[in-house]
């Protein structure tokens, strides 16, 4: 076993908690953290650009030989004490396993034939986000498209994905005039979802073509002008009295309509 660090003053544990506590210490080192063994292992499996693995004493003894079976010439391993490790965790019950990971190179949408899109506007829960895309990655959808939204490389995201970060085609917009410029030079059928009993009922709709859906924030739902801009509006039927869903939950229905 390697030697075990115990301070909190080391430079990488410095570093791995500036990242971990700030969008603007990510952007300018252009780094993000992981926890946890399974999104670790996703990152080593992706060849994600893992720069340092930190795994606590009682974390090696266990998952060690795996995490070290893998591609790690470009990677400083550092084993601290458990100590030190539950003090940089996140997680009230962490796993011991941490990595330091590079942010990839932005990313550009890719409109093929028939593909299907997901654009989230101004979400703000990174919970939701981060679930959003992992559903995405499960339904088999072709891109996510993130704009005015959370950090996508907050901790809180990346654990929600559940490594779904690291397959997804996930491209950064904030520029709205940007953002319908290119979905229209795609040949991108917009669909806006909205709470309006005028607006199309997604369970009526025959999606073909490219196709995006837009998904907006929790609690305001898309504005009024960007829900106009969209070639339609959808929505989806609900019973009763109840007239909203959580936003990740309304995602997941959308984007399997979008895939049937």
Same mark, same amino acid.
């Given at each position: ?121 101004? %979400?703000? !829960?990174?919970?939701?986000? =981060?679930? /959003?895309?992992?559903? $995405?990655?499960?339904?088999? *959808? @072709? ?35 940007? %953002?319908? !410029?290119?979905?229209?030079? =795609?040949? /991108?059928?917009?669909? $806006?979802?909205?709470?309006? *009993? @005028? ?48 936003? $990740?939950?309304?995602?997941? *229905? ?7």
């Amino acid at each position: 076993m390697e030697n075990i660090i115990t301070s909190k003053d080391n430079p990488v544990i410095k570093l791995y908690q500036k990242l971990s506590s700030s969008k603007k210490e990510r952007l300018q080192y252009g780094l993000f953290v992981l926890e946890g063994l399974r999104i670790t292992e996703d990152a080593l499996r992706e060849e994600s650009g893992i720069t340092h693995l930190i795994i606590t004493k009682n974390a090696y003894e266990k998952y060690g030989e795996a995490l070290l079976q893998a591609d790690l010439r470009n990677t400083k391993t550092l084993v601290v004490s458990n100590e030190l490790g539950n003090r940089i965790a996140s997680t009230d019950t962490t796993q011991g396993v941490f990595a330091i990971c590079a942010i990839p190179a932005a990313k550009k949408p890719v409109f093929t034939d028939n593909c299907r899109y997901a654009v989230l506007y101004g %979400l703000q !829960d990174p919970g939701n986000v =981060g679930m /959003i895309i992992r559903t $995405a990655d499960a339904l088999g *959808i @072709d891109g996510i498209i993130l704009s005015g939204s959370c950090d996508l490389y907050s901790p809180k995201v990346i654990r929600a994905t559940m490594g779904s970060v690291f397959r997804m085609n996930i491209c950064i917009e904030n520029d709205t005039e940007t %953002l319908f !410029d290119m979905l229209e030079k =795609g040949g /991108i059928c917009t669909s $806006a979802a909205v709470i309006d *009993i @005028d607006a199309q009922k997604i369970t009526d709709i025959s999606f073909e073509g490219r196709q995006a859906v837009f998904i907006g924030n929790e609690g305001s739902g898309l504005p009024r002008d960007i829900a106009l801009r969209c070639s339609r509006r959808v929505t989806i039927p609900m019973n009763g009295t109840i007239n909203s869903l959580n936003a $990740a939950m309304a995602a997941g *229905i959308l984007m399997w309509e979008l895939k049937k």
